[in-house]
């Protein structure tokens, strides 16, 4: 059965930092291309960061660049959003998702809220 678990979302302040973790199972974790996306209440979901497991190429949406960090965990198949200098833009649901051709999956989501 294949699962995407998002974990450790919670309460910040501006500034603080937060990591977040995706555990993937179920499928052939090293193939893919690892993502986090988020969705910010009465917006659509966006690209955040990704990852691609086959050679560990890095992307970050320009509104992250410098403050967050992708990372992987191949033995575990888990995937981080280290997010630092947080910001109550920041504020969403985190979705984790996993792609490989045609084969996508999706996490539930954990909540990351910033406010003072």
């Known amino acids: 059965q294949v699962q995407l678990v998002e974990s450790w979302g919670g309460l910040v302040k501006p500034g603080d930092s937060l990591r977040l973790s995706c555990a993937a199972s179920?499928?052939?974790?090293?193939?893919?291309?690892i993502g986090w996306f988020r969705q910010a209440p009465g917006k659509e979901r966006e690209g955040v960061s990704c990852i691609n497991n086959s050679d560990g190429e890095t992307y970050y949406a320009d509104s992250v660049k410098g403050r967050f960090t992708i990372s992987r965990d191949i033995d575990k198949n888990t995937v981080y959003l280290q997010m630092s200098s947080m910001k109550p833009e920041d504020t969403g649901v985190y979705y984790c998702?996993?792609?490989?051709?045609?084969?996508?999956?999706w996490g539930q989501g954990t909540q990351v809220t910033v406010s003072s």
């Open positions: 179920g499928f052939s974790f090293d193939y893919y291309k």
């Open positions: 998702n996993a792609q490989w051709g045609a084969w996508e999956y």
